[in-house]
């Protein structure tokens, strides 16, 4: 009987157990979505507080769309913004966002970002970040999770 119940359980239980990484990579897009919803505040506050850059600029390579977060930037730490909000780049959210474990793919007007071990071509575990589309409109962050 006892065996019988053990086995009940064990059927019942031991999926959930076993689904670790599922959770632990939704719940890391989840705190790279934190992390991204809570820059882009900041980022666009450095943008309107600082009198070189251009909340109504779109990115080029002026210095009027970056930023620096930091107390002294060098030329690699500058972050290129897109009306005011880090640029889809590796020179924009990719250097908010400098110390993640995710694959970035994309270019342009959008950037993904997967959890380690998570194939690019995974569309449905990763957060996508479009770039603001004009002054005023902020970037879109979107997170998918059916996939991971």
């Known amino acids: 009987m006892v065996i019988i119940i053990l086995g009940i359980v064990a059927v019942v239980a031991a999926p959930r157990f076993f689904d670790v990484k599922t959770d632990a990579r939704i719940a890391a897009l989840r705190g790279m979505e934190g992390a991204i919803n809570t820059a882009l505040p900041l980022a666009r506050a450095k943008c309107e507080l600082d009198a070189v850059c ?11 769309t970056r930023i620096c977060l930091k107390q002294n930037c060098v030329a690699t730490e500058f972050i290129r913004t897109h ?3 880090p ?3 590796a020179a924009g959210i990719d250097r908010v966002l400098e110390d993640h474990n995710y694959t970035v793919t994309g270019s342009g007007t959008q950037r993904n970002f997967r959890p380690e071990g998570v194939a ?9 970040y479009v770039r603001a589309a004009a002054a005023n409109v902020p970037p879109e962050v979107t997170i998918f999770t059916s996939g991971c």
Not at 54 to 64: E, H, L, Q, T
Request: positive net charge.
């Open 83 to 85: 009306y005011g909000y």
């Open 87 to 89: 640029n889809a780049s």
């Open 120 to 128: 690019t071509n995974n569309n449905n575990c990763r957060i996508r």
């Open 54 to 64: 251009n909340v109504r600029a779109a990115a080029d390579n002026s210095g009027s």
